[in-house]
């Protein structure tokens, strides 16, 4: 009689199940990825100009199949907004993911402590005082002030996590003094603006796509495809952390070189992505929470998940911008807010009836 070999479900049920587990994470990032490209390919395909969906499509592949002017529209309009969107989105979810895990604060998100309002200062003193580097070509000069207040910002935030007795909450709350302070600074500037500056100023806080361009999206290209292999390395470090910091700690990792490697890694991706775009807000609150409802803490599928997430929302918004209003563009920033408000709500209120 043969002897019967246990197989390895039989011998470890953790293990099925923890298999299982890991096959329904799997299956969401793949639905999610679907979801990705299908809101990509409707942004693509709406926008208020005469060019019919199936030609924005079908011009996408086969361009000279188009006319020079709807060419144009394809290539140098929809597409690279299209492409931002969906950049813009993996960059503000995964800088919302990596702050809420290294603060231990869900409400953390480059919006909610300061990054966007301090990009919004940088902007304002570009617009209305004209003041920046010299010789920065204009057209980048918004972008790069934006840049470099939004980047400064969150480095202000790195010093204050290195002194002594700094805790991830008084973290928290000096972000969000930081959010009063460059919000009323932004407020004085526009008191003294022109009338034509104020315009600019209010569109640019409002956050728009319009902005983007092949340049803009090969740097958030490249920031991204630095910043996302050094932020899923940190998986292991970043999951150990979300059972406390005694345990963290016990495991020898090196929690101020890990705030301090997150918060850089949040910093360039937020910094690049508003610096672009304008103020997007609650893509980097709600894309962090839908992930962790979907697949849990653990950070190998959290933060891809997030990723996805953000691109979906931000793809779904640009759409949902172009076709509220018949023959016009919303900003996206408005939107968000729109959509991430009520969404956000309805996040909490099931977190709490599930607790």
């Not at 989105?89 to 869900?106: C, W």
């Not at 963290?248 to 997150?262: E, W, Y």
């Not at 018949?326 to 920033?333: M, N, Q, R, S, Y």
Request: with cysteine.
């Amino acid at each position: 009689m043969e002897n019967h070999v246990p197989e390895r479900n039989e011998t470890f049920p953790q293990l099925a199940e923890y298999d299982r587990l890991a096959c329904r994470r799997l299956a969401i990032m793949v639905l999610l990825a679907l979801g990705v490209i299908a809101a990509f390919t409707a942004d693509l395909a709406t926008g208020p100009s005469s060019l019919a969906p199936l030609d924005a499509l079908r011009g996408l592949f086969f361009p000279s199949e188009l006319s020079p002017s709807m060419r144009i529209i394809t290539w140098e309009v929809r597409l690279p907004q299209a492409l931002m969107a969906v950049l813009v989105g993996v960059a503000l979810s995964l800088a919302g993911t990596e702050m809420q895990t290294i603060l231990n604060n869900p409400l953390a998100s480059p919006f909610t402590l300061g990054v966007s309002s301090a990009a919004s200062l940088g902007a304002a003193l570009a617009i209305v005082l004209g003041v920046g580097i010299p010789g920065i070509d204009i057209s980048w000069l918004v972008s790069l002030n934006a840049f470099i207040f939004a980047f400064a910002s969150v480095l202000l935030l790195q010093a204050l996590s290195r002194l002594r007795g700094t805790g991830p909450e008084t973290l928290v709350l000096f972000g969000i003094a930081m959010v009063f302070t460059f919000n009323a600074l932004v407020a004085l500037i526009q008191f003294i603006a022109t009338q034509e500056a104020l315009q600019q100023l209010v569109f640019w806080s409002m956050g728009s796509l319009a902005r983007a361009s092949w340049d803009r999206l090969l740097v958030l290209s490249l920031v991204i495809a630095l910043v996302v292999p050094f932020s899923l390395a940190a998986a292991w470090p970043m999951t150990a952390l979300r059972l406390g910091e005694d345990r963290a700690r016990s495991f020898g990792i090196n929690l101020g070189r890990l705030r301090f490697m997150t918060l850089l890694r949040v910093s360039v991706l937020a910094a690049t992505s508003v610096a672009f775009v304008g103020t997007i807000g609650f893509i980097g609150l709600v894309g962090p929470h839908i992930a962790r409802l979907l697949v849990g803490e653990d950070h190998r599928y959290f933060l891809p998940t997030a990723m996805l997430a953000g691109a979906l929302i931000m793809s779904l918004s640009s759409v949902a911008a172009k076709v509220i209003v018949p023959g016009a563009i919303l900003p996206v920033g408005i939107v968000t807010a729109l959509i991430g408000v009520p969404f956000f709500m309805a996040l909490v209120l099931f977190r709490t009836e599930r607790s």
